[in-house]
């Protein structure tokens, strides 16, 4: 295993483009120990992917109790084995194909044409703030039957939370706001679980308040704690998602185009993107016994920084990865929002992300409305999107122009 001069993942020039130093780790460093962050670095496709499956029971989720559990409290994240297996199988319907689209698409639609309604007739919006940060925290919202005027303090709380994830440094103020969103998360939520359990309806809470599999039923800190999760990692992925794709379409016009005339295609400029510039950039695992991977050996007990940035533009894996392009006959869209994807952005395997057919649902109902209302849109003169974060990364902001449909 080598040290030898890469950018670090905590410098400013990392933050700026993290691509040229993954290509560098990727070829020349496959795995690199980090001190700042007490971790092994693995950047190659084939040793993330293989992280990510775990056919060898190597690559555990312990992590989480330190990571997670602080600012969520115990999820399905840390759980293996039956433990797992049932929580999942509690969780899981609610986000599978048929349910998804009875329940779900109508509000997610709804979301969409809402946020879209406030701005649709003034030729001008920034896309970030103006639609994806809001989008999939009020889908989430109006799913679980919360009241959407709390927005800000969702917000609030899942931007401390995913901050707390990325605390890469140590930052002991991100910590400590991260571990105060617990506490406050819970005292929103479990009054609210208590009351939805007397009174159960047709949202998703009152699903997870029913739920129940080979006679296990999920608490109120199992809800409370699944709840905090949805909320971060469902929106803070699928706002950067969003935001991603447009950024990466109004690069190239010629695709932006090509989606415009056939939405069929939205699927594709999502999967690309989620190949490309994925939403989160670094997921950790922790080794229950030694393993060796490209580049060396990490010992048993080890922290791994899986870099999926990295690993997403392996050219052992796809051709010219470093080229936006949704028509790549090297990634499988039909397959992209399975566990059996071709890219890593969702994870593999058994922790293979529960809401990634939701995240498809809202990316394509939001591209699809968002392309009616702005026939021609088109970046703001002179703007050129600036993405930003180490561990989930996307456009900062992304002013566009457009003319108002009809």
């Known amino acids: 295993m080598a040290t030898q001069q890469i950018p670090d993942i905590l410098s400013p020039a990392f933050a700026r483009d993290p691509y040229p130093a993954y290509r560098t780790m990727r070829e020349d460093v496959p795995l690199v120990w980090h001190e700042a962050t007490q971790s092994y670095l693995i950047s190659r496709y084939e040793d993330v992917e293989r992280a990510f499956k775990d056919r060898d029971a190597v690559f ?8 997670i559990e602080p600012v969520h409290g115990r999820t399905i994240l840390q759980l293996s084995g039956r433990e797992h297996a049932v929580r999942r199988a509690l969780v899981a319907p609610a986000f ?19 946020l879209i309604d406030g701005f649709r007739h003034t030729g001008s919006v920034d896309l970030v703030d103006g639609f994806a940060t809001r989008f ?7 799913m679980l039957g919360l009241d959407k005027s709390d927005h800000p303090r969702f917000h609030r709380w899942y931007t401390a939370v995913i901050a707390f994830l990325g605390n890469l440094s140590g930052d002991q103020e991100v910590a400590a706001a991260g571990e105060r969103t617990r506490t406050e998360f819970a005292e929103y939520m479990i009054p609210i679980i208590h009351a939805r359990r007397d009174r159960l309806g047709d949202d998703l809470l ?17 809800i409370k704690a699944f709840c905090s999760l ?21 690069r190239h016009p010629d695709q932006l185009a090509a989606v415009r005339a056939d939405r069929s295609l939205i699927a594709r400029a999502f999967a690309e993107t989620l190949r490309y510039t994925p939403p989160v950039h670094m997921i950790m695992r922790q080794t229950a016994k030694e393993v060796e991977v490209s580049g060396g050996t990490i010992p048993a007990g080890a922290t791994v920084t ?15 990865p470093d080229t936006f392009d949704i028509f790549r006959d090297d990634l499988t869209t039909t397959t992209a929002f399975s566990a059996a994807a071709d890219h890593l952005a969702f994870a593999l395997g058994r922790h293979f992300c529960v809401g990634a057919l939701l995240a498809k649902a809202e990316v394509e109902t939001g591209v699809d409305q968002l392309l009616d209302a702005m026939p021609d849109v088109r970046l703001a003169d002179g703007f050129d999107p600036v993405e930003e974060g180490v561990f ?6 992304l002013p566009v122009v457009f003319t108002p449909a009809a």
């Open 60 to 67: 555990t989720t312990d992590n989480y109790d330190w990571q």
């Open 96 to 114: 599978r194909g048929a349910e998804l689209q009875r329940k779900f698409l109508p509000v997610i639609e709804r979301n969409a044409r809402e």
């Open 136 to 142: 999939p925290v009020n889908v989430i919202a109006d």
């Open 206 to 222: 009152s699903t997870l308040c029913r739920a129940e599999v080979d006679g296990v039923r999920m608490s109120d800190e199992d």
């Open 230 to 250: 949805l909320l971060a990692a469902g929106g803070e992925t699928t706002d950067k998602a969003i935001a991603s794709i447009f950024a990466n379409l109004l």
């Open 306 to 320: 899986c870099l999926i940035g990295a690993a997403n533009r392996d050219a052992d894996r796809y051709r010219d």
């Open 392 to 397: 989930t990364r996307g456009p900062k902001s």
